[in-house]
């Protein structure tokens, strides 16, 4: 224990640092205490930060990885339907039926190019 702290003082003595901003020169004491919760600090950030990356780098990459091939096809599939359902408009609005557009300019809220009261 006393070889520890023997070599610790060596490291972790007391520092002065000197500050001139042209008009006065200041110093700044730090003690050997403060230096070394500084570097207890700064090892607990890279044993977190390296944590973080050996998580980041061996996680499952989703729920669909631990699904064989043709379930993971069928699961992709049913994603990307649920996407057109949500981006495409509905049937309604794409019959271009002169029954739908002229309700449509009726109430003016007939797609631009139409007729309605975008145009």
């Not at 930060?49 to 729920?63: E, F």
């Amino acid at each position: 224990m006393t070889q520890v702290l023997a070599a610790t003082t060596g490291l972790f003595r007391d520092r002065d640092l000197f500050v001139h901003d042209g008009s006065k020169l200041r110093r700044f004491r730090i003690s050997a205490p403060l230096q070394a919760v500084f570097f207890v600090v700064l090892l607990g950030l890279v044993a977190w930060a390296s944590y973080a990356t050996a998580r980041l780098l061996t996680r499952p990459h989703g729920a669909i990885q631990n699904l064989t091939l043709p379930a993971a096809t069928e699961a992709r599939a049913r994603m990307i339907e649920r996407a057109k359902e949500v981006t495409e408009p509905t049937p309604m609005l794409r019959s271009n039926s002169p029954g739908v557009l002229g309700a449509l300019r009726m109430r003016g809220s007939a797609p631009f190019g139409m007729g309605g009261a975008g145009t």
